[in-house]
């Protein structure tokens, strides 16, 4: 039995109704996310169904144990424009926050919650707090209807030290005081991608401590979650996908480090996957590349590195960031194919390996001009007029589908191009030997007939 299996309660079925988790078995602290679930679909399918889901869930519990079907994934989307780069980060056009509701508004389902993924920062001693950065937004967001994931970064201005892990705590504790009593306010992302190091405008991993402050970060939440009487919030933290040989003894600190106060607070652990964008490169056309990125790396964090920290199988996992810039060499019609492939790979796994949520980074570009597509992310220009990704999107979030856009990229044309050349050269041939060739046998294919 692995690590991941034998921590926790990892035994304990879970039976879904609409957006409901219900956990047979569990453990009672596993009480609080039964209630938050049930205060997130009584928002959106009113009182009149409270009774039925009880009968339901009280008839679930007399039902011997079996493997549920996966509830339908919750969607979000980072509403801002911003990214952090890799390289030096370019200009921003500017926000227009009317423009930008109304985007939202469109994209969201009628009868189902949509997640707004926002970002505050911790820069050390004397940091803007998380309400200062960001409450306006949160309070607006929410009066709209929209539920709130907020990401508290590590991003220390000195470089990190053990005084910045404390002061992250603390900064951690603070917003959840803050924010507990909305109801909208759901989840909180502790530190951002700090398996990665060297991109300091992009993930924690740069700034020292940073694993450190993962793990007493997410302690923290889970003491002031319960000091506040927050059911509704889930904690969490993300990880970039990557299979590089560090990733094992990045694991494997939190495993030892982390113990079961930090499995105990922790809800789900977010992935973080670009496709022929970011992270480990697979084969094939777009479609094929993606649908193997996003699949392998699910199995990855799953089955190879959550055992590794000890991380139990109750808890969930989210695709907290995935995305495709649009840019030179990559046409909007090539980020509506990597989008249909991203969400079709999580959702063909997502009861596999316990997928319920996932986030589309994001809204709008930072700069449709620029040469580089580190600026342009967005489902939407920095004008905020639509490209075509963006009803894609707000159509799969609907539950429909979108039609299939057949990209042949120039290596594609290239090879179909030498294949009609070789297949005229051979037919030529043919006819000057005048040779009569049999048929060749039609090709067998797998599965019944």
């Known amino acids: 039995m692995s690590a ?3 921590s926790g309660p990892a035994s304990a079925n879970v039976v879904h109704i609409g957006f409901l988790r219900f956990r047979l078995g569990a453990a009672p602290a596993d009480e609080r996310h039964m209630h938050a679930d049930l205060a997130r679909w009584r928002s959106f399918r009113g009182r009149g169904y409270a009774a039925t889901v009880a009968l339901l869930a009280a008839a679930t519990l007399l039902v011997a144990p079996q493997r549920a079907a996966a509830a339908p994934l919750v969607f979000g989307i980072y509403p801002g424009g911003a990214a952090g780069t890799v390289g030096p980060s370019g200009p921003l ?15 969201r389902p009628a009868n189902a919650p949509f997640v707004l993924h926002l970002y505050a920062g911790y820069t050390g001693a004397g940091s803007w707090t998380a ?18 994931e907020l990401v508290l970064t590590y991003r220390p201005a000195d470089g990190g030290s053990p005084a910045d892990v404390t002061g992250f705590d603390a900064f951690v504790s603070q917003t959840i005081d803050a924010f507990a009593s909305n109801p909208r306010f759901v989840s909180l992302q502790v530190t951002n991608e700090a398996n990665v190091g060297g991109a300091p405008n992009a993930s924690d991993g740069f700034y020292a401590g940073a694993q450190d402050a993962l793990i007493t970060g997410v302690i ?16 969490g933290f993300n990880w970039a996908y990557a299979d590089d040989p560090g990733e094992t003894a990045f694991w494997r600190y939190l495993g030892a480090h982390g113990g079961p106060a930090f499995v105990s607070a922790l809800d789900w652990v977010g992935l973080d996957a670009y496709p022929d964008t970011w992270g480990p490169a697979a084969r094939g056309g777009l479609v094929a590349s993606t649908t193997t990125t996003m699949k392998s790396a699910l199995r990855a964090l799953r089955t190879t590195y959550l055992p590794l920290a000890g991380i139990p199988s109750r808890v969930a996992l989210h695709v907290s960031e995935n995305g495709y810039p649009t840019g030179p060499g990559r046409t909007y019609a090539m980020q ?17 390996y316990g997928v319920t949520d996932y986030r589309w980074f994001d809204l709008r570009d930072a700069d449709s001009a620029s040469s580089s597509f580190e600026s342009q992310y967005g489902l939407m220009t920095d004008t905020y007029a639509p490209k075509p990704a963006f009803w894609a999107y707000r159509s799969l979030v609907a539950g429909g589908a979108v039609p299939v856009v ?12 030498r294949h009609r050349l070789r297949a005229r050269r051979s037919q030529a041939r043919r006819r000057r030997r005048h040779v009569k060739l049999r048929p060749r046998a039609a090709r067998r294919t797998r599965g019944p007939a």
């Open 220 to 235: 923290a939440a889970g003491q002031e979650i319960a000091r506040t009487g927050a059911s509704q919030l889930q904690v």
């Open 93 to 107: 056009a500017p926000e227009n926050p009317a423009l930008r509701l109304a985007a939202l508004e469109q994209l």
């Open 131 to 148: 309400a200062q950065q960001v409450g306006s937004e949160i309070a607006q967001y929410t009066q709209a209807g929209f539920e709130i």
């Open 336 to 352: 509506v194919q990597a989008l249909r492939a991203s969400i079709a790979a999580v959702e063909a796994d997502s009861s596999r």
């Open 406 to 417: 057949t990209i042949a990229t120039r290596t594609t044309a290239t090879r179909r191009a």
């Open 4 to 6: 991941g299996q034998g």
